[in-house]
Every structure is written in C-alpha cells, then in structure tokens.
C-alpha cells in the first residue's frame, strides 16, 4: 500500500497539488488515513456478520473518541495492529455472547476500575506524539473529561437495562485502558519535557 500511496502523492506533486518539501507528510498522512479506513470498514463488516451492527458502531466510537487522546500501546506495523485488533475484536464478541450473567457482572467491575485507571493515568505519551508537559497536561484533562461521560453513559445503559449495548461500550473502555498499561508496563511511554 506505501508504493500506491507514494505514487499518488508523486502525482500531486506533479499536478502542483503539494510541494516536494511536503511528500513524506503527505505519505504518512495518507497512509495514516487508508489504514484507518480499511480497519473501520473491516470491524464493521464483522459486527454485520454477527449481527451486532450497532454495538460495533457503539464501541468502535467509544473507543475511537477516548483512544485518541489515551493512547497506548502502539504495534510497529500496520499488518500486526490490524491483525491483532481483529482479532480482539471477534475475542470480546465472543466473550459477550457466550458468557454467564454472573461474567457479566465481572467484566463491568473490569470495567468500572479501567475507568479509575484511565482517570489516574490520563494519557500515555507515546513515542511518535512526545508531546510537552504543557500539551500533556491538556490531553490528559480532556481523556479525564471524555472517560467520565463515556461512564456515565455505561453506568446509565446498565442502569436502564441495554446489556447488550453496555458490555461493547465497557469493552471499549477496557480495551483503551488495557493498551494504556500495556504501554507503561513495556516501555513505550514517553516521560514529559
């Protein structure tokens, strides 16, 4: 995918679109947003499969609103990110439809600590972002605000009754704080300057 995207860049450049000093960006951005694509297009067609479009569509958006400013652990190559997200993926749906409702209840405790971790923790300053104690500070405040609405939502869903749509919602909260111990415990963050 990198050689179609250099060569449609290449063909920006050409047409004046972008200037040479601003190839790799273009690169790096493009292919950013092809994977992303390709990722989305991908969970969904499995939530279609399974018949659980919507809470496909509840997680992945829960999980895309706080992950991006969480982060966590990041795989060096778009093949074993993908491959590894598929595979979580079809792991919690099978997870959720075929446990007990005594589980159940387990994985909102999981759920309702992931919460106090991504509160305590914030964000994870990764590598590629090293951002400034400043920046930092803002991101973590905004991961804090955005993990607190999302809870209220679960909290509230679990309340009323939407199991169905709860346990894909928690699992999205579980997943981001799992990604952001996993990145502390392995190295991968960045301390703040």
């Known amino acids: 995918m990198y050689c179609f995207v250099e060569k449609l860049v290449d063909e920006m450049i050409e047409f004046n679109i972008v200037e ?100 305590i923790i914030g964000t994870v300053n990764h590598p590629n972002m090293f951002m400034s104690k400043t920046e930092i500070l803002h991101v973590k405040w905004r991961a804090r605000i955005i993990a607190a609405v999302e809870s209220s939502i679960v909290i509230i869903l679990w309340i009323v009754g939407n199991r169905g749509m709860v346990l894909y919602l928690a699992m999205a909260m579980i997943t981001c704080a799992a990604l952001m111990v996993l990145a502390i415990g392995l190295g991968q963050e960045v301390k703040e300057t």
């Not at 992950?67 to 074993?80: A, E, K």
């Open 20 to 119: 040479q000093c601003q190839k790799e960006e273009y690169v790096y951005s493009i292919l950013c947003i092809a994977e992303s694509i390709i990722w989305f297009v991908t969970i969904i067609c499995i939530g279609i499969f399974f018949h659980i479009l919507w809470q496909t569509v509840g997680y992945l958006t829960f999980l895309y609103i706080l992950r991006r400013r969480t982060g966590g652990y990041h795989l060096s190559r778009f093949i074993s990110c993908y491959s590894c997200s598929i595979a979580l993926f079809v792991m919690i749906y099978y997870l959720l439809h075929n446990v007990a409702a005594l589980i159940q209840v387990g994985i909102f405790g999981v759920f309702v600590v992931s919460g106090i971790v991504i509160e």
